[in-house]
């Protein structure tokens, strides 16, 4: 679990209709609402993200190009698999983390999903079959009215593709990398502020870094300032085969 997004997520949850329509992974809807949900969905409002589109200087391509080919990059239907391995730690800004984790997770279409925590849970989805969990000491639980999100990286077309105007995106650019940087809407009563940052690759279009910045005051008006943080160590697409396949289902 995320425990200092989950003061911010107190203050405006996502709601089921943020995901409705979505191609592929992002079209799996939003599970009604419970705890144990909440570390895939680390963005608490996906509604607004890109309106203006900031031309980069000479010899690197427009802002509009560069969110097409990172849209392009994660996207996978039925067809194929797409995998990553990710390094994961959150706590307070600049300060020691308060958690970390690693993880590894299979995305084909909106049909199924696996999540794997090294040394920890798993979790297996299936359209009509819910999800399957998995404890470190073995124990089994089966929730058929469930459905799994993907985490942000993984949500990250779908949010460029819905993009919508009245959101500012700064981009810049490193020696490798196109950095994009946004601010969510956030909720009352005391409205965070909640900075998001995406860094991708520029060769390959793929994502690299993702941080969510969030600061203000929580629902209950205490001051916090805190930053997850998700480095992605492999992110590839298998082609769908029998033995790929085996990697969607409980190991």
Known sequence: MDPMLDRVRAANPASETEFAGRANFDALELAPRKRHLRRWLTIPALSAIIAALVVFPNATPQASEVLKRATQAIAVDDDGILYARSDVQWGPTGGAPAGTQSREVWVQGDSAMRWREVGGNEEVFRVGKGITRR????????????????????????????????????????????????????????????????????????????????????????????????????????????ENRRLLTLQ
Do not use: C
Request: glycine share 6%.
């Open 135 to 242: 404890s470190p000491d073995g124990e089994l639980r089966i929730e058929r009215d469930m459905r799994m999100v993907p985490n942000e990286v993984f949500r990250a077309g779908g949010l460029l593709r819905e993009a919508q105007t009245g959101t500012d995106v700064d981009l810049e650019e490193t020696d490798d990398a196109y950095v994009l940087t946004w601010r969510e809407k956030s909720g009352p009563p005391h409205w965070p502020t909640i900075e998001m940052t995406m860094w991708i690759d520029k060769e390959t279009y793929e994502p690299l870094r993702f941080t969510d910045h969030s600061f203000g005051k929580d629902f209950e008006g205490k001051p916090f300032d805190q930053t997850y943080t998700e480095k992605i160590v492999e992110f590839k697409t298998l082609p769908d085969t029998p």
